[in-house]
T-cell receptor
Framework: EAGVAQSPRYKIIEKRQSVAFWCNPI?????LYWYQQILGQGPKLLIQ????????DSQLPKDRFSAERLKGVDSTLKIQPAKLEDSAVYLC??????????????FGPGTRLTVL | GDSVTQMEGPVTLSEEAFLTINCTYT??????LFWYVQYPGEGLQLLLK?????DKGSNKGFEATYRKETTSFHLEKGSVQVSDSAVYFC????????????FGSGTQLTVLP
């Protein structure tokens, strides 16, 4: 079974530029998550999708970050414009359900973003 | 809100040494507890879990016991190998209004031959 795919693996941009990350979850997984992992910290949830609807985006900085999950499969996360403090690894994860019962989240390898 | 506190790293051990990584938590309700591992260049992987008090999770020689009285979930391994070198994250999940994984800051483990 293929795992969660993410691209690109690395991205370097200058501040105020825009960037987009792509995620392809495990086939059949209804729930998709985007996390931000700043160096030396644990992952922090940015947004959670159930199929193509947003379940939780309370920690997403909506003035510059946006995410979509068209057709309930692939997802893109965009930053526009980027700031220095956005330098981090962006992790995508998927699980088979987002109900009250915990279903194991499977993580992709992440995209390492450096903002200069 | 929910939070997880892990022992500060990095931790460096010799092969076959005993490993303990401390983890304590604060949560409303009755969380499920997890240890995730991140090998260099790879995504996070679930190492083990425990869903209720006194449960012991185990996998690949690692163990952790859910201690409700001390709100702890310490990770242990009796004899580490070089291949165990990775970053280890303690995490919790509650089925209340938060309903999300909350991670600790991670502990870098390096095992020397």
């Amino acid at each position: 079974e293929a795992g969660v795919a993410q691209s690109p693996r690395y991205k370097i941009i200058e501040k105020r530029q825009s960037v987009a990350f792509w995620c392809n979850p495990i086939s059949g997984h209804a729930t998709l998550y985007w996390y931000q992992q700043i160096l030396g910290q644990g992952p922090k949830l940015l947004i959670q999708f159930q199929n193509n609807g947003v379940v939780d985006d309370s920690q997403l900085p909506k003035d510059r970050f946006s995410a979509e999950r068209l057709k309930g499969v692939d997802s893109t996360l965009k930053i526009q414009p980027a700031k220095l403090e956005d330098s981090a690894v962006y992790l995508c994860a998927s699980s088979s359900s987002g109900s009250t019962i915990y279903n194991e989240q499977f993580f992709g390898p992440g995209t390492r973003l450096t903002v200069l | 809100g929910d939070s997880v506190t892990q022992m500060e790293g990095p931790v460096t051990l010799s092969e076959e040494a005993f490993l303990t990584i401390n983890c304590t938590y604060t949560a409303t309700g009755y969380p499920s507890l997890f240890w995730y591992v991140q090998y260099p260049g790879e995504g996070l992987q679930l190492l083990l879990k425990a869903t209720k008090a006194d449960d012991k999770g185990s996998n690949k020689g690692f163990e952790a016991t859910y201690r409700k009285e001390t709100t702890s979930f310490h990770l242990e391994k009796g004899s580490v190998q070089v291949s165990d070198s990775a970053v280890y994250f303690c995490a919790l999940y509650t089925s209340g209004s938060a309903r999300q994984l909350t991670f600790g800051s991670g502990t870098q483990l390096t095992v020397l031959p």
